[in-house]
């Protein structure tokens, strides 16, 4: 019997230290309690804090009232540390790593497969799901907001210029966009597109920023339904695809999947058979997460569209957010190389589990984002913190310079040149997420003073004269 409880608490502790690896700032008992994942007494907590703190794993600071609990790494982060170890690795289950070893293999060593009509008919709404009970259950402490109780598309009317960028800009990016945050931003705000980078690519953010918007405004009519899904097609494939006319309209030819050995259905009886029971049963499901990964899963799988199938699905996973003013899901740091893995996985082999976890982390990272309005989790950036200082230079510098964007991006990328290979996307994006989220209410960390502050915006913004 004394093993056994001397397992349990093990266990406990190891759980235990795993969360407070999430709040790089530290976390009250409160905090830690809530995020706990299932029921745990406050004495009980506390005991096996006061454990960990005499293991030497966890530090308390602050008076008894505010005391905030600190996870100690056990090794600091290296300067040349790879930025997957550092900062962006997704945790994998032992099954989505199978799924990686059978795609690792030639195309020609895969077997050819079609679209198993089964996947989708086999699935019944209610009774079967793709996410777990604590899955969905920890999904939605993550990503409550104060305005659940609000009309549906209340919280993302408050946050729409930040995930007007954020998600314009990331799913833009896992489409091969060269786009920079800042380039999005000057875009979006201004309308001014880069000199340096095509067409195509100012065109798929612009129609980003259109469909998202169309999404929140209209977030207490819309659903998975033909007018929504079709619609938000035609907005996003605006001026991209060949034959204009196949904008919002259902597949009535053949295509084939990049790097796969799958085949979408080709017959448009089919296509248009399969799209229906798709959003019947998608319109069915009563979970919130469940709705969202259903239609992360089954859009591009069927591939009603001539083109940009999986643009639309990840928009969709964010109608169902929006109605409960849920955090959005902005694809926020997601690998590009790990979600299309999880896309052939669901492809090749109907197997969502590679999906899934990128969905789950994907999700988290995104609530991290606008942890700052939610004001209820820390985001654990050990990045931010390895490229403290240069960060801290670089977003001085710029200010106090009244550098525009266009100057203030070549400043970040000559400065990015310093950083190891592996580290320099990612380090483009913090400054530049850092400029971005300044305020007045915050310039002081870099010590910049409010005249300085000012003086930058109106270059910033394009208001000076």
């Given amino acids: 019997m004394a093993r056994k409880v001397r397992i349990e608490v093990e266990k406990a502790l190891e759980h235990l230290q795993t969360l407070l690896q999430r709040f790089s700032d530290g976390a009250s008992l409160e905090t830690l309690q809530a995020q706990y994942g299932e029921p745990i007494g406050e004495r009980t907590l506390r005991r096996h804090l006061v454990l960990l703190q005499q293991q030497g794993k966890v530090r ?99 946050i729409l210029q930040r995930l007007l960028i954020d998600l314009s800009w990331n799913s833009s990016r896992l489409e091969g966009n060269t786009y920079s945050l800042l380039d999005t931003q000057r875009l979006l705000a201004l309308g001014q597109a880069s000199s340096e980078k095509s067409a195509t690519d100012a065109q798929m953010i612009l129609n980003h920023k259109e469909a998202i918007e169309f999404l929140v405004e209209s977030a207490g009519e819309i659903g998975f339904n033909r007018y929504t899904i079709t619609n938000l097609h035609g907005l996003l494939s605006n001026n991209l695809l060949p034959d204009p006319r196949a904008s919002g309209r259902l597949r009535t030819h053949a295509v084939g999947i990049h790097l796969s050995v799958y085949t979408p259905l080709a017959i448009p009886q089919l296509i248009e058979e399969n799209f229906n029971l798709l959003l019947a049963k998608a319109d069915a499901i009563q979970d919130t997460f469940e ?34 003013n849920l955090a959005p899901l902005s694809f926020v740091d997601v690998p590009k190389d790990l979600y299309i893995q999880g896309l052939l996985g669901v492809y090749e082999q109907q197997n969502v589990a590679l999906l899934k976890d990128v969905f789950l982390w994907a999700y988290e990272r995104s609530c991290l984002r606008y942890a700052a309005l939610r004001q209820s989790l820390g985001e654990p950036d050990k990045f931010r913190l390895q490229y403290r200082d240069a960060i801290r230079t670089l977003v001085t510098t710029i200010v106090a310079q009244g550098m525009a964007q266009p100057e203030a991006l070549k400043e970040i ?43 930058w915006q109106s270059v910033w913004n394009g208001t000076s004269h």
């Fill in 60 to 158: 308390a600071s602050g008076a008894t009232r505010s005391r905030l609990y600190h996870w100690i790494p056990e090794t600091p982060p290296a300067n040349d540390r790879p930025l997957e170890a550092a900062d962006s690795k997704v945790p994998l289950s032992p099954e989505s790593e199978g799924i990686q070893r059978l795609l690792k293999q030639p195309e020609g060593n895969r077997a050819p497969v079609g679209y198993n009509a089964r996947f989708l008919q086999s699935y019944r709404p209610n009774t079967d799901y793709y996410l777990t009970t604590t899955e969905r259950a920890r999904l939605m402490t993550l990503g409550q907001t104060t305005q659940g109780d609000q009309p549906a598309g209340t919280y993302a009317r408050q």
């Fill in 291 to 324: 709705q969202a990964f259903f239609a992360m899963v089954h859009i591009p799988y069927l591939q009603p569209f001539d083109d940009v199938n999986k643009r639309v699905s990840r928009l969709a996973v964010n109608i169902p957010l929006n109605k409960k």
């Fill in 413 to 455: 990328e000559g400065y990015a040149r310093q950083v190891s290979e592996n580290n320099r996307s990612r380090f483009v994006e913090v400054v530049e997420t850092e400029l971005l989220s300044l305020h007045a209410g915050n310039i002081a960390r870099y010590r910049i003073r409010p005249s300085e502050f000012a003086n």
